[in-house]
């Protein structure tokens, strides 16, 4: 039986990370461990899942509401990490407590910089599980990313899909990993929410997806408001500079294009998956509230639709 992302948060005994050094969760009480040598063996267990989290099956969460979104869920918390600068902080403290049965370390702040990777972090971060890849083609709507390489870009993203109401996201090759610290800090969370799979054959998913295919273009493709979104969708949305695959877009069924104000080359990659996204759940609130008749004029009186 496969085990669930979401169990109780301090399980009777785990087995470890994937080549990971770090102690079982456990339920005694016990004091937190202090690290202040990059020599530490836990500490140099800590950088290589910063440096390669899927490799490790594990990924490092940084910062109080990404930590506080793990407890509220019931989300495995193998090691709790601490500044020595994040005990004074109130919020910090209460998670600390929170979580008296699991694996705490206290780092040296030189230390804890280096393993979050921003200037002035708050001072505590987790070690999670990675969940379990999903298998099979996507079963309603689903974003295919092709070769996003910024790590931001892949977290707003994340983020935008969630909010979305939508479940799967899938990365294809030579995008930023899903649960690498940029990704998780841009994402906020939203991790918890979707099934991610990374490095994968994009065509070979929209071969095996019955939903429509919509490529994203910059020019070319039709108006995104005079398409009917109410049904499934996999969107693919490509690459910052080059754009989708021309293969992939071969392959999609619609080609999609947002109409931008004149003068404008594009928009940035999260900003268009957001609004192509938010306009297909705009017209499925609007058919599900007044029918098909409303939505069909509504398309009709869109005065940013081709005449």
Known sequence: MRRSHRESAIPSALPRCRGFGF????????????????????????????????????????????????????????QLLVSESGRQNAEIVALMQGAAGADRAILRDSLFREISGVATPTGIAAVIDIPPVVGGAPSSDAVLLDAVQDAGNVGAILRTAAAAGLRDVVLGMGCAGAWTPRVLRAAQGAHFSLAIREQVDLQAILAACPAT?????????????????????????????AGLAPQLIAAAKIRATIPLASGTESLNVAAAIAVCLFEARRQRCLRSSSGTADLEETRSADPCAPK
């Open 23 to 78: 102690r079982h969760v456990r339920f005694e009480m016990s004091e937190p461990r202090h690290i202040t040598s990059r020599e530490n063996p836990s500490f140099k267990a800590l950088r290589a899942l910063v440096d390669d989290p899927r490799r490790q099956g594990c990924a490092l969460i940084d910062g109080i509401h990404l930590v506080a979104t793990c407890f509220a869920r019931n989300i495995v918390v193998r």
């Open 213 to 241: 295919s919509i490529a994203t273009v910059a020019h070319g493709g039709a108006s995104l408001h005079e398409l009917d979104l109410t049904g499934p969708i996999i969107w693919l949305v490509g690459n910052e500079g």
